[in-house]
């Protein structure tokens, strides 16, 4: 495994805001997702996944990067994007959502934030869905302003992970019920903060909003954690597996539907809202599949 010091960092793939500090704390291997290094080795991966289900880890998830959808008509072309129901979602509340394309093909399997009537956060697996967005967005004639902000995600996963958010941000933040978000700040750093993981424990997401803080919110989230034994981590793909959630490119792409996914939840044919692949999922739903 190559030292990080050996790493010649490109221009043509991103450092995120919290590489330094990743590698300080013990970073040893990376890989690429959504044009942007990420931490996949701190040592032993079985380790990890224990300090995930004992204690807690805090990772650095910055490659989930957000697509922003701003304007009068963003909650339109926001459902335009996928076959979930979007039309009872809350602000402040996150949902699971499939993106699919014309023939009914999943293009990426994000959160997607509400963070006001007309704002919302889709935060991405490793697929390029800006430019499919701003794509979708040319000649639809509908007033949205498409673009990625300055965001970047930390994950805190893990059972300890409650108790760490609260002697981050007070008792207050244990009201922050499953799939939803709130804004905060914490020493003057501007956060959202979502009870959302890849780790089917309990976990947060706390997701930056200006990266020039990105070395002081890991290590204010390390030394608040450190008397529940937090540790520096990955993403488990040990836990993820035993979890059933899906990664993006291993178990599901652009040739594969919801409904070979046994996703027929996150599909609502029957709203009266349009969205891209409609067409498609009915034909595909009536004829049933022939793989799961």
Request: glycine share 8%.
């Amino acid at each position: 495994m190559m030292q990080s010091d050996d790493f010649g960092f490109g221009t043509q793939i991103r450092k995120s805001p919290f590489s330094d500090a990743t590698s300080r704390w013990g970073a040893q291997g990376f890989s690429v997702y959504n044009h942007m290094y990420i931490p996949r080795d701190f040592g032993d991966p079985e380790q990890n996944f224990w300090n995930l289900v004992h204690d807690a880890i805090l990772c650095n998830v910055a490659v989930e990067r957000q697509v922003e959808i701003t304007g009068p008509d963003a909650a339109k072309f926001t459902q335009m994007l996928t076959p979930r129901d979007l039309s009872k979602m809350a602000v402040g509340q996150c949902k699971y959502v499939l993106i699919t394309n014309a023939d009914g093909g999943i293009l990426n399997d994000p959160i997607l934030l509400r963070l006001a009537e007309n704002h919302f956060w889709i935060s991405l697996a490793d697929s390029d869905v800006l430019l499919w967005a701003q794509g979708v967005a040319v000649n639809l004639g509908l007033d949205v302003t498409i673009r990625e902000p300055d965001v970047s995600p930390l994950q805190l996963q893990g059972p300890k992970s409650g108790e760490i958010m609260q002697a981050l941000f007070g008792e207050s933040i244990m009201d922050l019920r499953y799939y939803r978000l709130r804004e905060v700040e914490l020493d003057g750093i501007p956060l959202i903060v979502s009870r959302t993981g890849w780790s089917s424990e309990l976990g947060y997401e706390l997701y930056l909003r200006d990266s020039t803080h990105g070395d002081a919110l890991w290590e204010r989230i390390m030394a608040a954690g450190m008397p529940f034994g937090l540790k520096p981590g990955h993403t488990s793909s040990i836990r993820r597996i035993k979890g059933g959630m899906l990664s993006y490119h291993a178990d599901a792409d652009i040739n594969t539907n919801p409904y070979e996914l046994g996703f027929d939840r996150l599909v609502n044919l029957d709203m009266e809202a349009d969205f891209i692949g409609k067409a498609a999922l009915r034909r595909i739903h009536e004829q049933g599949v022939s793989r799961t």
